[in-house]
């Protein structure tokens, strides 16, 4: 087949319309006339638009019989000047751009292009604004048959990319992919995309020595080291301080720095009012501060109640496992230790699941003005309780079940709670006659648990974001084959008398895939470095298993990026936003963690010789050294409060200070105030051009006293010196 003169690189955005219900594509049954009149109309009312906003639209009827029409957009060139010099325009009101960079013409790059022409397309319609958008989204109410939109992707940059990327040797691993790789991703696909394969990239280099030291430990046996604690814990503050002048560096070379306050704004945001602003004079959307703080107030009673739903969940879980791997021994064993498991399995991912919905209804309820802070609030939501879920197990096992696990069984069985359990379950009053086992506390399941979390779980989110969708999109297809009408066999072959039918047919491929969504990615790599810097002290090879997981990481999420996910649609930041905030508390809670459980287990030896053990080993003794455990982490943390302080300033001093970005942003400082001493010296010059110098007619209409003949200073001298 010839190649289709619609180029997918011309095409800068595509937007599929529902022709007719599928109902109709799929049986037998025509749709009515007037259905089919009516999306006529509303198909040309939606080109007709496209096309006052200077949008250059097209239009070809879908493939595979599903009644949908593909609209083909590219936006004109001179439109694109026109919202980048407005752009730079506001930019330039808040520092981000340079007076002199207003006037600077470049060429478009390809996530501009795509950046723009969303823009266009979404932003709303004002007939007599000249920014004004098209006002089409998804099932709006203008057009409630616009199913979807999505930029293309690039086939040429795709397989160039995963060329080049495949092509990395092993020694990558410490030195990392090169920054100019990492540029071109910002000019493809937009700088949040860059700014994370950018993080991973930093982070996974970071790895190497922290791994090399976990290895050691584990090799000469040393794991539960006090120094290995102190390493890991100033390694983690050591690497988040690095990130945030790492980060601000990028969006100083990227022209990116304080585009955090022009942030795109939020289209569920609902103003209270309007007003004029006091700085600009400009109206603005008013929903004040008092009213958003009041509604995250109201916030606080369902998230304790998720929290409260989420932990007695996962302890009572927890608490039946340990009961029926390590205490029962009755009939179908291999059958009850499985429970808890299908349990974990449908329990929490409910859960989970219904704190996502409920926390997108409570972040939007919160009212946020911006995409920058809808997103930066909804990422905290989601993922504190995920932290919950991934670390609330060790923390179990840590804390809980090693301190009081022997009182706590022994409790269950002289009540004879364990004796209506196994009967429960296995449907014999008779199940635990004879069947427990003596019970002993181990931290086998600590290693174990810290095994799944780096290096099973890590392989199954690899699996399930690489290798699932692929399998599942052959299983649709295939599932496709074998099904059929006359209807859909005559829309089909309506379908491939088109020209252009190859290129169409990879442009519904592309709508089947994925939105790209970058939380999962930095909850995986922050999840990753929580393991590392509070739990890796029980298994130092935890940093090892990271940093080869990391080097096929940054492959994977590339493949996953260009093969089971839609282009991204480009988007402006600064930094990793709120997820530089988790990183933050991740390392200052390391230390917490890391003594607690290092004075824990070291006085729950039986050689121990911490001074803090009693001689006996009752259950108010534990509940002593588990507050005296607490209570000397918080007053030690407090002490230690100050490192990262120290921390901060060397770097500072080592990689900003007068470096080329620091010596960049002050210039542009300064060009802005000389740029504004320029028009000021401009305006004076003006003026001085109308205005006449005053002479001696002038000062003499001033009056007697400003004659020069009244100019008695030099005659006073002048006497004084006949006088002598």
């Known amino acids: 087949m010839s190649l289709s003169p619609l180029d997918p690189v011309q095409a800068d955005f595509v937007i599929k319309f529902e022709g007719f219900p599928k109902i109709f594509a799929d049986g037998t049954k025509r749709a009515p006339p007037e259905l089919l009149d009516q999306r006529v109309r509303e198909l040309e009312r939606l080109m007709a638009r496209l096309r006052d906003v200077g949008l250059v639209s097209v239009s070809r009827a879908g493939p595979r019989a599903r009644g949908q029409v593909l609209v083909f957009v590219r936006i004109e060139q001179a439109v694109l000047q026109k919202m980048r010099q407005v752009e730079r325009s506001r930019d330039f009101l808040h520092g981000v751009v340079t007076a002199e960079e207003l006037s600077v013409d470049e060429p478009f790059k390809p996530a501009e292009r795509v950046r723009y022409t969303h823009k266009r397309i979404t932003a709303p319609y004002r007939a007599a604004s000249e920014g004004k958008g098209a006002g089409i989204t998804a099932r709006c109410v203008e057009f409630p048959h616009v199913m979807d939109m999505m930029p293309l992707h690039d086939l040429s940059f795709n397989q160039a990319w995963m060329k080049t990327w495949s092509r990395v040797p092993l020694a990558s691993i410490v030195y990392g992919i090169e920054q100019s790789e990492i540029d071109k991703l910002r000019d493809h696909f937009g700088v949040h995309i860059a700014m994370y394969f950018a993080f991973l990239n930093a982070y996974s280099k970071s790895l190497v020595p922290m791994a090399v030291t976990g290895f050691i430990f584990w090799l000469s046996g040393q794991a539960n080291h006090h120094m290995y604690a102190c390493l890991v814990v100033l390694w983690a503050i050591v690497f988040v301080e690095f990130w945030r002048i790492r980060e601000r560096m990028l969006a100083v070379r990227w022209g990116m720095t304080g585009v955090s306050s022009v942030s795109e704004r939020n289209s569920h945001f609902t103003p209270r009012t309007k007003s004029l602003s006091p700085i600009t004079g400009m109206e603005e959307e008013v929903f004040e501060n008092w009213r958003r703080d009041v509604r995250h107030m109201l916030c606080i009673p369902v998230t304790i109640l998720f929290l409260v739903l989420l932990v007695s969940t996962m302890a009572a879980i927890f608490l039946f496992q340990v009961v029926v791997d390590e205490v029962y021994d009755g009939p179908a064993k291999s059958f009850v230790t499985l429970i808890p498991t299908i349990l974990f399995s449908t329990c929490i991912p409910l859960i989970q699941s219904a704190w996502r919905m409920t926390a997108q209804m409570m972040t939007n309820f919160e009212n946020h003005a911006t995409v920058h802070r809808f997103q930066s609030s909804l990422t905290s939501k989601i993922f504190g309780m995920q932290s919950v879920v991934t670390y609330g197990i060790l923390a179990l096992t840590a804390y809980i079940y090693m301190p009081f696990g022997e009182y706590l069984i022994t409790q269950l069985h002289v009540h004879g709670y364990l004796d209506r359990l196994f009967a429960f379950v296995t449907r014999d009053p008779n199940a635990s006659k004879g069947r427990i086992q003596p019970f002993h506390v181990s931290s086998a399941g600590l290693h174990d648990q810290l095994f799944a979390l780096s290096v099973t779980q890590q392989l199954m989110n690899t699996f399930t974001e690489v290798v699932l969708p692929i399998l599942l999109r052959h299983v649709e297809k295939f599932l496709n084959k074998i099904r059929g009408s006359s209807r859909r066999k005559e829309?089909?072959?309506?379908?491939?008398?088109?020209?252009?039918?190859?290129?169409?047919?990879?442009?519904?491929?592309?709508?089947?895939?994925?939105?790209?969504?970058?939380?999962?990615?930095?909850?995986?790599?922050?999840?990753?470095?929580?393991?590392?810097?509070?739990?890796?002290?029980?298994?130092?090879?935890?940093?090892?298993?990271?940093?080869?997981?990391?080097?096929?990481?940054?492959?994977?999420?590339?493949?996953?990026?260009?093969?089971?996910?839609?282009?991204?649609?480009?988007?402006?930041?600064?930094?990793?936003?709120?997820?530089?905030?988790?990183?933050?508390?991740?390392?200052?809670?390391?230390?917490?963690?890391?003594?607690?459980?290092?004075?824990?287990?070291?006085?729950?030896?039986?050689?121990?010789?911490?001074?803090?053990?009693?001689?006996?080993?009752?259950?108010?003794?534990?509940?002593?050294?588990?507050?005296?455990?607490?209570?000397?982490?918080?007053?030690?943390?407090?002490?230690?409060?100050?490192?990262?302080?120290?921390?901060?300033?060397?770097?500072?001093?080592?990689?900003?200070?007068?470096?080329?970005?620091?010596?960049?942003?002050?210039?542009?400082?300064?060009q802005n105030r000389v740029a504004l001493i320029k028009r000021f010296e401009e305006y004076d010059q003006m003026k001085q051009a109308h205005t006449s110098v005053p002479t001696l007619d002038a000062a003499s209409q001033l009056g007697s006293f400003w004659h020069p003949s009244s100019d008695t200073g030099v005659s006073y001298i002048a006497s004084a010196a006949k006088a002598s």
């Open 491 to 670: 829309l089909e072959a309506f379908a491939q008398t088109n020209r252009d039918q190859a290129f169409l047919e990879r442009v519904q491929n592309e709508f089947d895939l994925d939105v790209y969504d970058e939380f999962t990615d930095y909850a995986e790599m922050a999840t990753q470095l929580g393991v590392i810097s509070l739990w890796s002290v029980l298994w130092p090879l935890a940093p090892v298993m990271s940093v080869v997981n990391n080097f096929f990481e940054l492959r994977s999420d590339a493949f996953k990026l260009v093969v089971n996910m839609r282009r991204p649609i480009p988007r402006r930041v600064e930094s990793i936003g709120s997820w530089m905030s988790v990183l933050s508390h991740l390392a200052h809670l390391s230390f917490f963690t890391n003594y607690t459980m290092l004075f824990i287990l070291d006085a729950l030896k039986p050689d121990s010789e911490n001074p803090h053990k009693s001689p006996c080993g009752g259950i108010f003794v534990r509940m002593v050294l588990w507050l005296k455990a607490f209570f000397l982490a918080l007053v030690y943390n407090y002490a230690f409060s100050f490192v990262p302080i120290i921390v901060r300033y060397v770097l500072e001093r080592i990689m900003w200070q007068n470096s080329a970005e620091d010596v960049s942003i002050r210039r542009r400082l300064h």
